[in-house]
């Protein structure tokens, strides 16, 4: 290890000190540590043991996959790992997640990635956006984010397109914010790009007070639906995969969605 090793750990240090908006003083007194000692490991003039890695690392929340970017940075191995959801040893998350998604018929739930890709849906969901954009084959990727802005997705059939965008950009903006991830930077140009997205979206701005829910609007033809979502994580992972995820669970907002909901659960229901 040498000085540019440390050096690297500070500036992350420092950077995530500043994004969490902390001063050097209020971070030091929460970590039990003298504001001199934190400022020599910005600066790289201290060597961090791997112990104050993580105790610096739990007092700003850094995400798992940034933590270990900070151990990397002042010389230690990671410590947190990132398995498949089909590893054997999360069988039982994934249990967990069936259920969920089982409970959750006759309306949709997703369980997405970090980056908003869709790894795992109910029946529901297939039943229900299929009335929209088509069937999807199960070995086609999708993602939550682009299916809403790509205008070959949802969005040539969500209502409510402009506040539903504003919401959702405010919070990718928030995740980046959070996270520091570069693939959540990457998908955020990536959605600006599509045709006719607002350019006020590049910068995060302070969302309507009114209404006190977003939901999300469906019209083809003669059929409207109108949701509201829940997102949920799992608590306490220790596991970047399983940090990551996020379960997001839609509502009908309004009797007749539930309706029309109930009756594509049933077998012999036809169009509606």
Do not use: C, K, W
């Given at each position: 290890m040498d000085d540019n090793t440390f050096m690297a750990f500070g500036s992350m240090l420092r950077q995530w000190r500043t994004t969490?908006?902390?001063?050097?003083?209020?971070?030091a007194t929460e970590a039990g540590i003298s504001a001199r000692h934190?400022?020599?490991?910005?600066?790289?003039?201290?060597?961090?043991?791997r112990e104050m890695v993580q105790l610096l690392a739990g007092m700003l929340n850094v995400p798992l996959a940034e933590r270990n970017a900070l151990l990397l940075g002042a010389g230690y191995a990671p410590a947190y790992t990132r398995r498949p959801l089909s590893a054997p040893e999360?069988?039982?998350?994934?249990?967990?997640?069936?259920?969920?998604?089982?409970?959750?018929e006759p309306f949709p739930a997703l369980v997405m990635d970090g980056t908003w890709n869709i790894v795992m849906r109910n029946e529901a969901s297939r039943r229900i956006f299929e009335l929209f954009r088509g069937p999807i084959p199960d070995n086609v990727p999708i993602n939550a984010m682009r299916?809403?802005?790509?205008?070959?997705?949802?969005?040539?059939?969500?209502?409510n397109w402009d506040e539903l965008a504003d919401c959702l950009m405010?919070?990718?903006?928030?995740?980046?914010?959070?996270?520091?991830?570069?693939?959540?930077?990457?998908?955020?140009e990536e959605l600006l790009a599509y045709p006719d997205v607002p350019a006020r979206l590049r910068s995060i701005s302070p969302l309507a007070p009114d209404p006190p829910l977003v939901n999300i609007q469906l019209s083809n033809g003669d059929l409207t639906l109108t949701f509201f979502t829940t997102v949920t994580s799992l608590g306490r992972a220790r596991d970047i995969t399983l940090q990551d995820l996020k379960i997001e669970c839609f509502f009908p907002a309004d009797a007749a969605?539930?309706?029309?909901a109930r009756r594509l659960a049933v077998p012999e229901a036809v169009a509606v």
């Open positions: 969490r908006r902390l001063s050097q003083l209020a971070l934190l400022s020599f490991l910005e600066t790289g003039r201290a060597q961090p043991s999360f069988g039982h998350v994934r249990l967990a997640l069936d259920s969920m998604m089982r409970q959750q299916t809403i802005f790509d205008p070959n997705g949802l969005r040539r059939f969500v209502v405010y919070s990718l903006h928030q995740e980046i914010t959070f996270t520091g991830s570069e693939e959540l930077v990457r998908l955020r969605t539930e309706q029309i």
